[in-house]
């Protein structure tokens, strides 16, 4: 018998959203849950006891990083991965897909896997579905995602159709391949944003059975709109009975916008990447303590937020902070971050609970200021460019 399960145990009346139990060999995941990432096996400037003061439940790991450095084969020698970053509870390993898919200048696709260059010293590597879970049971995470093809936006239908084979065939793969029952491994659905593909990566991504699902390629520069259009039509395709986890997405609207449509399980690395550019998370958008306004502001980053950054330290002194480059900054930017995204998703769970999520959701979304789409897809394809040539972005 596996070592995991997964129970639902709410549901809203007027939404497909739900809260459930994931249960692990490393503990529960209250669901909804909003995971960290910690890419390189840590959540940037963040230990493992302030990551469990937080109330952290699950967190994500990068296959890809952790195979190049230290190595996966090295971390399995050292206990595995929860010994290895000293994180007792729940560890989700991505399959290392989208960073190989995104470095179209260093890599070389053909229907057994993908052939790539490492970014941290040029070396030549090969990952196939069976490979990636292999690494993947040397890390020894709970929840472990099959390997995929992620085509970028915007791409047409025939070019979705034909990544999209190659994803349905290498989900068989991963599959054949798996050993560990301790780990539950996700089926990704794709399908760019065409929802006659979704609904055919659902359908049968299903038909062959996964322990849960994943929803890839959505947040990389369609939409929103097309973003919750894709997931109308692929949710309620999935099993009822089996979490549902959004690669790569975790805006605070989107928490929002995403439960709302049957969303269970997200990651991103938004919150800790803001952070470190002095942006801090409020009720009402996002705040740059580098504006001049805060120069001499005696205030909190926001009121009523119980976070250590906010409880301990003024808007000046945060900016002082940031100005200077101190470490210091970048850190309580980052733990007030991640305390923001946790006390929503627990208010979320909470509303679910006692039947007033919509109330919620519309009172949120009213008040909180979005940053200009395009504005911010810019900066995503910012960091693309400089995937393989900047350390510290390329290892977000």
Known sequence: MPDFSFQVQNRCSHTWARTGVLRTPHGEVPTPVFAPVGTQGTVKTMSPRELDELGVSLVLANTYHLYLRPGSEVIADLGGLHKFMAWEGPILTDSGGFQIFSMEHLRRIDDDGVTFRSHVDGSEHRFTPVKAIEVQEQ???????????CTPYPSDHEHNHVALQRTHRWAERCLQAQTRSDQMLLGVVQGGTYGDLREESALYLTSIGFSGYAIGGLSVGEPK?????????TVPLLPDDKP?????????????ECVARGI????????????????FFTREGRLNIRNARYKEDPGPVQEGCRCYACQGFSRAYLRHLVMAKEILGLHLATVHNLHFMLSLMTEIREAIEKRRFPALRD???SSYKVVDYGVRMRDREAWARRLHTSEEVAAD
Do not use: K, Y
């Not at 890390?139 to 093809?149: F, K, N, P, Q, T």
């Not at 549902?244 to 929002?256: A, Q």
């Not at 269970?264 to 942006?279: E, H, Q």
């Open 139 to 149: 890390l020894g995470a709970d929840i472990i995602v099959a390997l995929d093809v």
């Open 225 to 233: 709109e097309v973003m919750h259009e894709m997931l109308d039509i």
């Open 244 to 256: 549902r986890h959004l690669l790569g997405v975790g805006s605070p609207e989107d928490l929002f």
């Open 264 to 279: 269970d399980m997200f990651d991103c690395a938004l919150p800790t990447r803001v952070a470190r550019n002095g942006t």
């Open 363 to 365: 009172g949120f979304v």
